[in-house]
């Protein structure tokens, strides 16, 4: 368990706290690219505690203002995309993507008054579907190449959801491998199975089907320079293992098996909007062939609705279905991985006390987790870019995730270097 001051400085995450300052030395997913069109309006966004502006400009470059005019208080969004800028409506002050002031209507003639002026802004640029923002000081580092933002289009499927918590409850839940053998447990497949991306996810062989055979796997984990690798391995026969290899990506995502086999992956980064919201961007690639986007769509649609919210959330309990839970689903909420996830984390509080909490065998990940957080704030307090704050010349990140069926002889922790020939993809 973590102190309540620990867990004050992972989840307060506002400008001028050190778990902020921490998050603000990253950059930070600030908008799907489809909620900002070419030519579209000017988008009202929050994200770590601050209220900003997201536009393009008029050619169709991203910016980040804050919200309101440096002048008189008005709020940008409603401002008009014009002459280089974003201009106020109230008394037609302009701005560029720097935050620089370019024109002040009611100045006199020769006034030098907009050069003193210089708005609140943040460098903006787009990678794989998606805005990225960096708010923090200095110079911004690189943003690493991952490669689910640098496959085609056609070959990746992004979108986001609300959830109502701290970011990093649900990031948690990324790296709990155990939950899988309960929360997620479908009786009937159909609904879960017609909806995924990968054809085959039906058969006998369904990483489901494997959960529910080892309900208390071994679990290990190994720092990386990104984060922490994290083995989850359960027991099919005295031949054969089924090992997961996910990760936890420093600061606020992880990468796991998704639905495309070793052929790709899939990733949840929560991007803190306060202390106790978020949005979870979720991003699945293919590497060697375009993804099925109406799948995607189709399996999303059974969590997440208009706006990328849920129909199914705490006020109304998830619509949990006690008949469901004799016959079909383990949570009685539906076939959908998202509505649990949230259920799991939202129903902890809007941010959970970790002080009360008591930690077992399978949170190897979580508690490594943590400890790197809190390392991460330490060295950002001391001056030192925290792990995984790239900089020119910087290696890739290798990040290695895979769920398998292995013969119990081979080492799971190196195996996955070189190919193996008694290995067994699992969907």
Known sequence: ??????????TRIGPGTPG??????????????EELPPGGAPLPVRILGEDLVLYRDEEGRPGLLGLHCPHRGADLSYGRLEDGGLRCLYHGWLFDRTGRCLEQ????????????VRHTAYPCQEAGDLVFAYLGPGEPPLLPDYEFLRVPAAQRCVTKVLQECSYLQANEGNIDPQHLSFLHRQFDQSDWAQNRARPGAASEQTSMTLFG??????????????????????KMSAEQNY???????MPNLAAFPGNTGVDGYSVHWHV???????WKYLLSFRRSAPMDQEAFRRYMSLGVGPGYRMPRNQANRYLQDREEMRTRTFSGMGASFHVHDAYATETQGPIQDRSQEHLGTTDRAIIQARHMLLQAIRDVQ???DPPHVLRAGAPPPEIVVRTEAVSSALDHHTYWREPAADVVAVS
């Open 243 to 249: 090992v997961r290899i996910s990760s936890f990506i």
């Open 213 to 234: 055979r080892d309900v208390a796997p071994t679990i290990e984990t190994e720092e990386t320079d990104f984060g922490v690798r994290i083995y989850s391995v359960r």
């Open 105 to 116: 209507p009611g100045e006199p003639a020769g006034s030098t008054f907009y050069q003193r």
């Open 272 to 278: 803190p909007i306060d202390d106790t919201t978020h």
């Open 20 to 33: 902020g300052d921490l998050l603000r030395r990253y950059w930070q997913p600030v908008a799907l690219a």
């Open 382 to 384: 001391e001056g030192r």
């Open 1 to 10: 368990m973590l102190s309540k001051e620990q867990n004050a400085l992972l």
